[in-house]
């Protein structure tokens, strides 16, 4: 099964961009049956998704509109990985943030779920202070 | 406040059966099938339920789940200390941009 790696830093500064990176292994970030998603949880705000990729013949990205014009989300299929970045962050921007993978299979259906996630990363605490 | 509606808390003693709610709308719980999550202190969420009422290989048959219109619940039979935990529904959003959607979450006590 595969598993999900994340690295990146806990602190960023107001104003910064934030990055981190989620390496895959036992599977291909360039698989056709799921999507790799990032997913940010606080106090304030709960569990709050913040987009996914993935690859259908051409790689595509959809993002949370709380998010939208502040994040890209993109793969590296060098590297095996994908990664996150939000800019112009503020305190608010404080989470737990993980990536994981979407897309378990439902054999009633004979269809991929997208919003099921059963694999994820180990979660990194990012605070966005000065 | 988020549009999938959980109650904050619930509880019950060992043995006895428990639901969560959730709640949502016709452009979400109506249309896309819903997923429940496990929580931890520290640890990330993990994958419980999946289209409505389907478990993971290892989940126990204790957990299930169900929805109807736009609401699902998640009930837990034969409580066990170790259940104590926060639970979280999750969906798609069909408004406008298409995106997942999560409840607030549940803890679950056990007295």
């Given at each position: 099964q595969a598993q999900l790696r994340q690295s990146g830093p806990s602190l960023v500064k107001p104003s910064q961009t934030l990055s981190l990176a989620c390496d895959i292994s036992g599977e291909s970030v360039s698989t056709m049956t799921g999507a790799w998603h990032w997913v940010r949880q606080s106090p304030s705000r709960g569990l709050e998704w913040l987009g996914r990729t993935f690859y259908r013949a051409k790689w595509y990205a959809d993002y949370a509109d709380s998010v939208r014009g502040r994040v890209i989300i993109k793969a590296d299929t060098s590297k095996n990985e994908f990664s996150l970045h939000l800019n112009?962050?503020?305190?608010?921007?404080?989470a737990v943030y993980y990536c994981a993978k979407g897309g378990v299979y439902d054999a009633a259906t004979k269809s991929f779920v997208g919003h099921a996630y059963d694999i994820w990363g180990q979660g990194t605490r990012v605070t966005v202070s000065s | 406040q988020s549009i999938l509606t959980q109650p904050l808390s619930v509880s019950g003693t060992p043995g006895q059966r428990v639901t969560i709610s959730c709640s949502g709308g016709s452009s979400n719980i109506g249309s896309f099938t819903v997923t429940w999550y496990q929580q931890f202190p520290g640890t990330a969420p993990k994958l419980l339920?999946?289209?409505d009422d389907q478990r993971p290989a290892?989940?126990?048959?204790?957990f299930s789940g169900s929805r109807s219109g736009t609401s699902a619940s998640l009930a837990i039979s034969g409580?066990?200390?170790?259940?104590e935990a926060d639970y979280f529904c999750a969906t798609w959003e069909d408004a406008q941009n298409a995106h997942v959607l999560f409840g607030g979450g549940t803890k679950l006590t056990v007295l």
């Open positions: 112009a962050v503020t305190p608010e921007d404080t | 339920i999946f289209a290892g989940v126990p048959d204790r409580l066990q200390s170790e259940d």
